[in-house]
């Protein structure tokens, strides 16, 4: 459809870019298929979410099933079954947590989150803790609360004066499983600049503790950031200086959970033990809008009290816990255990790495790689630099616009974030899918090459 004729407005696309766009009408598990039959593989879950591929009929059975029964009820002053079946199955996997706050995506989920801390440090009777300490190059939405407690200046910038002045923590991360001929190492952090860095943390919220109401990070990875994979070691070290310093410690799964990195439950894997937990992107396997805001006994306790007295949680949403929504969380989580994918992650995992290896670590092109569970985020040697520096001028053609069309024709659908080929495909992807799909965006980075690199 062309981009003149048609009334939608893209997210985070530059529309004058864009002619026309491409008008996908079914998808096939990792298969998406346009409207004049092209079909593309979905390198990246329809935007990270989808797991068991599109149109599983055991999902779609259960979506259908719940909306001839109830398509929506309000949990105000009501409940219903797929609501309290859902909550259930997240504290059982949540170690530590004991209630769940619905919404519809990641980023109210984490405005949720905000809002819960704030009002804990007020129930408890020390309104000074007004901060938000997060890390530098976090992501955790684009709403104005979620932004404010975000650190990637090219998305963010724009609104800075919109928004509250989040405390920036430094981060060390893992350098790439693989690196191109440019140089680029693949290397770890030397073991003193991560000392450093924990001494960093421990020593700026030791000085601010009376007034941090919580520290957010994700976990495991930062998704949006670029793909940066954390050290073993680190959340768990936040973790315990949040514990030293009465911080409460949010912890943002919306695109880290759910089995993307390997475990169901990032956190627990980490070692770190959180106050509140986000989840949201595969809650549902992908098919449907919902994510869940998850706190524990302590932090629930201290909403509880005499109506006069005003310590409820003053939040809610209309659609928070849609019973069709719900029903398919339920679907999925119960997928999970009867297909083991756990096993099944752990293998692809492996088989992911082993062809981007093959395929991609030798490329001119390619700065570095970065890979864990089934992420990868491949560093083009294109624009190095421009993701971490906020006065880098911008391409005049996107990155984002070159890869897309190199990738739809190899039939490969594929999103960058800046410099960063992002492959994060649906999780039930098979071994030779996976074959397919790096080969496929090999083909791609080595074809938008001449548009990318340097003339020399």
Known sequence: ??????????????????????????????????????????????????????????????????????????????????????????????????????????????????????????????????????????YHGDTLGAMSAGHVPEFFDR????????????????????????GAAATAPAPDALQRCIEGISDTLSARRGEVAAVIMESGAQMAGGARIFEPSFQEEVGGICRENDILLIVDEVATGFGRLGPMCVYSAERSKPDIAVYGKMLTGGYLPLAATLATGRVYESFLGAYDEQRHLFHGHTFAGNPIAAAAANKNLSMYEKYDMASHVSKASK?????????????????????????????????????????????ATSINRIIYEAGRRNGVYLRTLGNVVMLVPPLAITASEIGTLVERTAKTIRDAAPSLLPRT
């Open 159 to 182: 609104y800075r004066q919109h928004m509250f002045d989040a405390i920036e923590l430094p981060v060390p991360v893992q350098g790439g499983v693989g690196g191109g001929r440019n």
């Open 351 to 395: 088989v992911l790495a082993d062809r981007i290896a093959e395929h991609l670590s030798d490329m001119e092109a390619v700065g570095e790689i970065r890979c864990r569970g089934l992420l990868a985020g491949i560093e083009l040697a294109a624009g190095r630099g421009a993701t971490a520096a906020a006065d880098t001028a911008p391409p």
């Open 1 to 138: 459809m062309s981009a003149g004729t048609s009334n939608v407005w893209h997210p985070n696309t530059q529309m004058s870019e864009w002619d026309a766009f491409d008008s996908i009408s079914r998808g096939d598990g990792v298969w998406l298929t346009d409207s004049k039959g092209f079909r593309m593989i979905d390198g990246v879950a329809s935007m990270w979410c989808n797991v068991w591929g599109h149109s599983n009929r055991e999902m779609v059975r259960a979506i259908v099933r719940q909306a001839e029964k109830l398509q929506h009820s309000p949990l105000f002053n009501l409940t219903h079954e797929p609501a309290e079946k859902l909550a259930r199955g997240l504290v059982g996997m949540s170690p530590g947590m004991h209630r769940v706050l619905y919404s519809e995506n990641g980023s109210s989920a984490v405005e949720t989150a905000v809002k819960v801390a704030f009002q804990y440090w007020t129930n408890e009777g020390d309104a000074g803790r007004t901060a938000i300490a997060s890390l530098e190059r976090g």
